[in-house]
């Protein structure tokens, strides 16, 4: 046999993998070192090499018990070209070592230094009324609907629960009590206000559509069919989904603004210096 | 089921936020005192159902960190309202069935937030030779600087240089901020909490293993500055003590053990931590601070064990019996809630005090702040050791032929051992006049509480004297209920006369259909599992079993094959009672049976099921008991 018997099974596994990580490794790559072409000296390099790669994935599969997909590789190996990148910046900011340990610990001194140079800002109005105008769906109160429901239960009335449902509309129609009419029900005969997503939780999804999609009516709607039996019911207001005005969503604009730019800024000024570093990694061409 | 499954992600991706439903109806009432304070919207007096989940780990347990879990406390509740959030595996998790009503964040008090700190550099503990070893990349020393941590918490000698105070008190504050900051009057409730960490174990040696006498300490409102744990003492009784004197300073307090099925028949033992007889003063110690136990979670169900209950065909559910990091079997006496509701009573008749008279909860025990409590989309609870199909087992090992042929390594042994055998997570059910931490809390204290092992199932129990069959069909049931009998979680002081029972169940709308509801009653010298209602007709009053209602499951889709029944109804009377005996009573409501998670992760794999775990389950819930008491 080969000498691949002296390795532990993981290892033996690990080949395979590589060389599709390898391919798919091409692509990414090969945009990081067009942005830093003209930085070629040896300082301003980062060398993935073979074994480098196998110990990540022997890492990865002792922490695992699974062994790394592409793109699980591709994961490790971007982490470890930014830990790397940054661990670099920092030696070069004036504090120095040697290890993986110090690395990834340099690399995440120099995350919360990038996190503190990046003060917050203070959005003017033009900026949050973009923001505001590019993510409505943040901003938008869901479709709510009030509604009054009685309860004809297939378990006690089986097949004739529509029936009885039917014929409890014309009753209703006639001014019987709402209250007196159908079977007892374990939720609330009356909600208000309740957003379409409550009541598919409540009623299951089959019952929210179909309300969602009815009128709001003095008169009894249905027989409507839930995910419990089957419902007769009374919707005194159904309010679309509406945007909330500017003025009102302003602290929760900001709010949303801020969070979002604070996250992006951040990863954009480690982008700039992992940029700053050449990627080379062991049986890819990347250039 | 597909299309089913879409379409609900569809609906419960309409809305992200919105009010809490008013209800024009609320006419008022007088059952049970309405909390202080103003009402939120959603108040109802015959009080609603709320579900949550009051075990929940992210990043600062020392035994999710490791796991590669980075995720936060705001990560967690931000999860259980419906964001999504990654696994450590990379993967992303959104919360199965709409958010939840409530949660709370219970990270291990023991070395809180420490792992963290020996990660980051600048840090005092980074310097630390044990945290070069814990996150060096060679796995020995990895686990050998892990394995000293769980034998430190086991033990409660702290590891000194690692026993930063500064730190620990600081991250609990961090956790406690985070539950203030997400609670929501009236729309999403979260508890100040942490896991108090006790192990038993005989063995000297480092590790883990041991008997589990985990509990969860849940603050009402305000919490102290520092947490109690095991550092501090591993006997139980001692947290008592220690919570008794918060409640005395103002801080009202309990707490929750959970998996006593793994607590090698320590939990329900009947002797106290040191081995002296228990007495009322321990009784009423431990109900004053423990009125309600977590049945059952990731980690397997503690309802009964087919040992304890030969009579019980459905006892042999999710049963898990390997003590932590161990592969040593716990024993099964003391180990039980059904047989600790038995004990219980026989003390009480022998000695009059009874210290197991409590109630049932379920959570989910996720390490990775989010629990998967659903069986269609299952990601176990450590991080990154069970995070695949193939780390837990449901699968075959890659480049093996099939089930007959699995390398001998320690990934598939781990999943032989523990993942393969652990089950999806468990909710905690509440009726509560609103979504409130206190409405939520005085539930808790007064055992109005039911568990599921994951869907929302919704139970009601009620036990009274001038019960009739007409209250079924009426309108006003649940009111009339209250006003007329105690719900669920109380004792019925006996009047001479047989008591009935109003047993309510109801499906949860997007998950299965229910096949049948169970009484279960206990006395001190016995058990009997009784069917009061069927999917199909009713109850054999010979077998006092409902007949099959043949549901089966497509096992080519796990689409189940036939409908159960939405809500089933039933006013029961015992047909055994005796006035003269205690009993204690508590309801089991069965679903039809639907595919494990295994069974689901093996259909998409298109590989067969793991032949060694059953493919279906029949997912319930469990109610808090009503205790009947013969009077005077």
């Known amino acids: ?287 | 089921m597909l299309n089913r499954t879409t379409a609900l992600a569809a609906i419960l991706l309409l809305a992200s936020c919105g009010k809490p439903a008013a209800t024009p109806d609320g006419e008022s009432a007088d059952s049970g005192a309405p909390p202080a304070g103003a009402q939120t919207a959603g108040y109802n007096p015959d009080r609603n159902a709320y579900f949550g989940d009051l075990h929940i780990h992210t990043r600062s347990s020392f035994d999710a960190y490791i796991f590669n879990v980075r995720r936060t406390a705001d990560d967690a509740y931000r999860f259980a309202q419906g964001e999504t959030i990654q696994h450590p595996s990379g993967f992303d998790m959104t919360i199965a069935g709409g958010p939840l009503d409530f949660y709370a964040v219970t990270d291990h008090s023991e070395y809180l937030g420490i792992l963290p700190a020996m990660n980051t550099p600048g840090t005092a503990l980074s310097e630390l030779p044990r945290a070069k070893d814990m996150f060096s990349t060679e796995p020995e020393k990895i686990q050998a600087a892990f394995q000293g941590v769980g034998a430190s918490v086991r033990s409660g000698e702290p590891i000194s240089e690692m026993y930063d105070l500064d730190t620990i008190n600081s991250v609990w504050a961090q956790n406690i901020a985070a539950a203030d900051k997400y609670y929501q009057p009236g729309k999403f409730t979260t508890f100040a909490a942490y896991e108090f960490t006790s192990v038993t174990s005989e063995t000297p040696e480092g590790g883990f293993g041991g008997g589990n006498l985990h509990r969860n300490v849940f603050f009402k409102g305000a919490a102290p500055f520092k947490a109690f744990s095991t550092l501090d003492s591993t006997n139980p009784e001692d947290l008592w003590d220690w919570m008794d004197a918060q409640r005395a300073n103002g801080m009202e307090v309990l707490s929750i053990p959970h998996n006593s099925n793994v607590s090698d028949g320590q939990m329900f033992r009947l002797e106290t931590y040191n081995g002296e007889p228990l007495d009322a003063a321990y009784a009423e110690q431990r109900m004053r601070n423990e009125p309600l136990v977590e049945v059952t979670q990731v980690k397997g169900t503690s309802e009964t064990h087919p040992d304890l209950s030969p009579n019980d065909e459905w006892a042999n559910f999710e049963i898990y019996e390997e003590l932590l990091g161990s592969h040593a079997v716990s024993a099964v006496q003391g180990s039980y809630v059904r047989e600790a509701y038995r004990n219980g009573l026989k003390l009480q008749e022998d000695e009059g005090f009874d210290p197991f008279h409590f109630g049932l909860i379920a959570s989910s025990d996720s390490h990775v702040a989010g629990g998967a409590y659903s069986e269609a989309d299952f990601w176990s609870k450590v991080g990154i050791i069970d995070g695949t199909p193939v780390a837990r087992g449901s699968v075959p090992f890659p480049g093996s032929t099939g089930w007959d042929d699995q390398p001998d390594n320690l990934i598939v042994e781990n999943a032989t051992h523990w993942f393969s055998r652990w089950s999806a997570a468990g909710l905690t059910g509440v009726w509560a006049e609103e979504n409130t931490r206190e409405a939520i809390f005085d539930a808790f204290r007064r055992k109005e509480t039911f568990a599921t092992t994951g869907p929302r199932m919704k139970v009601r129990f009620f036990g009274g004297f001038g019960f009739d069959e007409g209250m079924l069909n009426s309108a006003d049931l649940a009111h009339t209920a209250y006003e007329d009998g105690i719900p669920m979680g109380g004792d019925l002081i006996g009047s001479g006369a047989a008591p009935s029972f109003i047993v309510w169940a109801q499906r949860d709308p997007n998950a299965g259909t229910l096949q049948r509801v169970q009484v279960v009653k206990v006395t001190s010298d016995g058990e009997e599992v009784i069917d009061v209602a069927c999917d199909n007709g009713t109850p054999d009053p010979s077998t006092r079993r409902c007949t099959d209602n043949g549901a089966s499951v497509d096992m080519a889709t796990c689409t189940p094959a036939n409908q159960g029944a939405g809500e089933l109804k039933v006013l029961w009377t015992d047909p055994d009672f005796d006035a003269a005996r205690r009993a204690t009573y508590y309801v089991r409501v069965l679903e039809n049976p639907s595919c494990r998670w295994s069974t689901w992760e093996a259909m998409r794999n298109g590989t067969p099921p793991r032949p060694d775990v059953p493919t279906t389950i029949q997912e319930r819930a469990y109610t808090s008991p009503i205790w009947y008491i013969p009077g005077n």
């Open chain 1, 1 to 287: 046999m080969t000498d691949d018997n002296s390795q532990s099974p993981g290892l033996r596994l690990l080949r395979e993998p590589l060389v599709h990580f390898v391919l798919a490794a091409l692509a990414v790559f090969a945009a990081w070192s067009f942005t830093s072409a003209l930085r070629e000296d040896a300082d301003r390099t980062i060398h993935v090499t073979q074994s480098d790669l196998e110990r990540f994935a022997a890492l990865y599969a002792a922490e695992s018990g699974a062994l790394p997909g592409d793109a699980d590789m591709l994961a490790i190996v971007n982490d470890y070209v930014r830990d790397e990148a940054l661990a670099r910046e920092a030696r070069r900011l004036g504090l120095d070592a040697g290890d993986t340990i110090v690395t990834r610990r340099l690399a995440q001194k120099m995350t919360f230094m990038v996190s503190d140079l990046k003060e917050d800002s203070e959005p003017d109005e033009k900026t949050l009324r973009a923001w505001y105008d590019a993510h409505p769906d943040r901003f938008t109160e869901p479709q709510k609907i009030t509604f009054t429901q009685v309860y004809f239960s297939e378990d006690v009335r089986g097949a004739n629960a529509v029936a009885d449902a039917q014929a409890a509309l014309g009753a209703l129609a006639n001014g019987s009590d709402w209250r007196q009419t159908g079977d007892p029900f374990m939720l609330q005969r009356a909600y208000g206000d309740l957003p379409v997503r409550e009541i598919a939780r409540l009623f299951g999804v089959e019952f929210a559509r179909a309300l969602a999609d009815m009128p709001a009516s003095e008169s009894w709607q249905g027989p409507v069919r839930s995910a419990l039996g089957v419902h007769l019911v009374n919707i005194s207001q159904n309010t679309p989904a509406q945007l909330t005005p500017f003025d009102e969503a302003r602290a929760a604009v900001t709010a949303d603004w801020r969070d979002e730019t604070r996250r992006s800024e951040n990863e954009a000024a480690i982008r700039e210096i992992v940029g700053r570093y050449k990627v080379e990694i062991e049986g890819v061409d990347a250039n």
